[in-house]
T-cell receptor, first 113, second 119 residues
């Protein structure tokens, strides 16, 4: 069974602070996706990282895939209240039956104005 | 383009009953996947359908089943409901079958979910 551990589970910070969310596994994934989910809605894809060591930036969000493709991090610079939500990482496993996404437990972020 | 729609949005059932949830994918998307989201277990994969065939299945008991119609709309059914089945059930659609994407990914577009409460 592929497991993805996310940390921290909860994070409450002030507007303007920086933060990092971690996603770790003992398994290798073909790629890793980050989603954000807001109350009453489904997750929305933010980014996919495919290559070990890859870094992608989305405005104030920086995503990194570990060299061994077992872990990833999401760094938010100067967090804003609009960043509040549940952040989920998901690892993609490829098999003959098809691909399957394994989700981490999520990090619930609250940014206070 | 309209997004993924799920009906109903909220549902209350009692133990032992069965329930059917519906998902309409984005127009042109042929792959539909179902997930269960609970506070304790997080988001867990149930199954994927493509071209009316189940392509992949997660680790859930046989009480959980699904199907896909020729217009790509999908339904999932849970029989003999248990208290632990209370969850948010999410449907996600994708343009391609996951089998056709190897090391790359196929982006999944999630619906708002159906909140099922079992009393």
């Amino acid at each position: 069974t592929q497991l993805l551990e996310q940390s921290p589970q909860f994070l409450s910070i002030q507007e303007g602070e920086n933060l990092t969310v971690y996603c770790n596994s003992s398994s290798v994934f073909s790629s890793l996706q980050w989603y954000r989910q807001e109350p009453g809605e489904g997750p929305v894809l933010l980014v996919t990282v495919v290559t070990g060591g890859e870094v992608k930036k989305l405005k104030r969000l920086t995503f990194q895939f570990g060299d061994a493709r077992k872990d990833s991090s999401l760094h938010i610079t100067a967090a804003q209240p609009g960043d509040t939500g549940l952040y989920l990482c998901a690892g993609l496993t490829v098999s003959r039956q098809g691909n399957m996404l394994t989700f981490g437990g999520g990090t619930r972020l609250m940014v206070k104005p | 383009k309209a997004g993924v729609t799920q009906t109903p949005r909220y549902l209350i059932k009692t133990r032992g009953q069965q329930v059917t949830l519906s998902c309409s994918p984005i127009s042109g998307h042929r792959s539909v996947s179902w997930y269960q989201q609970t506070p304790g277990q997080g988001l867990q994969f149930l199954f994927e359908y493509f071209s009316e065939t189940q392509r992949n299945k997660g680790n859930f008991p046989g009480r959980f089943s699904g199907r896909q119609f020729s217009n790509s709309r999908s339904e999932m059914n849970v029989s003999t409901l248990e208290l632990g089945d209370s969850a948010l059930y999410l449907c996600a659609s994708s343009p391609r079958s996951s089998i056709r994407t190897l090391r790359s990914y196929n982006e999944q577009f999630f619906g708002p979910g159906t909140r099922l409460t079992v009393l």
